[in-house]
């Protein structure tokens, strides 16, 4: 199977992470993978070429670069695909549509990582539905998502299958044999991990670190990942003078190795991204409680008072009070550690997964869907 990915850039992010995993299996399994990045390739790509999957990047040259699929298809000449997997924003689904037949009309596919929240308007950018609904497939990666996708952004229900996000549990696993990266203090500490951006709830993390501290003042917070928030980030931290307190790793590879030792790993997205977020689940897999807002498919994930606790998305002072809870109760927090590896281990495992879309690639491949649906290129 010839399989195409084409996005944006590969940043470091859940999504990015669950794809290399995805390809990585592929290309073991003997399959031709080949990546575009339309921009340029992100702090990611090392991974996939390192994998024996080729990264071909910067197509675009400015904001509104019509040419930039002229050069994808002029850079992939020559070549024949069965399958062309696509990021789910504008750039890549229009890039899709327009090459499709210049590569012998494969089947385009696509995925949805985002629950939006139906009075605050659709997740979708404008046409953003229509080029979906002309795909031969999209996976949606949690239940709820996927009920949410039908009923409130009109999504063809023929299009989607769900395959539920998964970790690799035999690499992120809980670990008893010393304090870890951190040292000791990691044990009474709570940490973030995820790109920063606004979704990401980041300055909600930094208030509801400073409300833990009033009662827990020798906590320690971590915020690990990059992005644009960054500055705003650091200011926030600054303002309220807790550069000991709230501390900034940056972008981590060694996650296996930190997660099983904090106290706790939480995520304050907002509701309007966030649908099954890898972090959580990779922490859980560590055997690690987590903390998060009740957004998006998150509930699927985290069940409240027994893997984890869940506060309603705003609430800063429950966030603080969730994070007071399991700083001062390491038993409880223990408690739920255990029951989150265990539920990874049932329901959330890397191997299901992988195999799920490797399924479906072959599946979407076989009916040719994407025959049927036309593409900008040849007019239908």
Do not use: W
């Not at 575009?36 to 024996?52: H, M, P």
């Not at 939480?266 to 807002?293: D, K, V």
């Amino acid at each position: 199977m010839r399989v195409l990915f084409l996005l944006n850039s590969l940043n470091v992010g859940g999504y990015e992470q669950l794809m290399l995993d995805v390809f990585r299996h592929l290309r073991r399994q003997g399959h031709e993978i080949t990546t575009v990045c339309l921009k340029k390739k992100g702090n990611l790509a090392g991974e996939f070429e390192q994998s024996d999957i080729p990264v071909l990047s910067d197509f675009v040259r400015n904001r509104f670069d019509m040419l930039a699929p002229l050069r994808v298809r002029d850079a992939l000449k020559g070549r024949e695909f069965d399958l062309i997997f696509l990021e789910m924003g504008r750039n890549a689904l229009l890039a899709g549509e327009f090459i499709a037949s210049a590569l012998g009309d494969p089947v385009r596919v696509s995925s949805i990582h985002g629950t939006g929240v139906p009075e605050q308007g659709s997740l979708f950018r404008k046409g953003q539905k229509a080029l979906l609904n002309r795909l031969g497939g999209i996976v949606s990666c949690a239940h709820t998502q996927s009920r949410y996708l039908i009923a409130d952004e009109g999504i063809d229900p023929s299009l989607l299958k769900v395959i539920v996000n998964g970790v690799d549990h035999t690499r992120f696993a809980p670990d008893d044999k010393g304090p870890g990266p951190l040292g000791a203090e990691a044990r009474k500490s709570i940490a973030t991990v995820a790109s920063l951006t606004p979704e990401k709830g980041h300055l909600a993390f930094v208030e509801a670190a400073a409300i833990a501290l009033k009662t827990v003042p020798d906590a320690r917070f971590y915020i690990i990942g990059g992005g644009p928030e960054q500055e705003r980030i650091e200011n926030e931290i600054r303002s309220r003078n807790l550069q000991e307190s709230v501390i900034m790793l940056g972008i981590r590879r060694d996650l296996p190795a930190l997660l099983p030792h904090f106290r706790a790993v939480a995520l304050a997205s907002i509701p309007f991204r966030e649908t099954l977020p890898i972090s959580t689940m990779e922490a859980m897999s560590c055997g690690t409680p987590t903390i998060n807002t009740n957004v998006g498919s998150v509930p699927d994930l985290v069940e409240h008072g027994v893997t984890g606790l869940l506060v309603p998305p705003g609430d800063l002072g429950a966030l603080g009070a969730a994070f007071t809870e399991l700083l001062v109760d390491e038993q409880k927090a223990e408690a739920m550690g255990r029951a989150a590896r265990k539920r990874v281990e049932e329901h959330f495992t890397m191997v299901r997964a992988l195999q799920e879309y490797e399924e479906y690639f072959f599946e979407m491949v076989s009916r040719g869907r994407g025959r049927t649906r036309g593409s900008l290129s040849s007019g239908t």
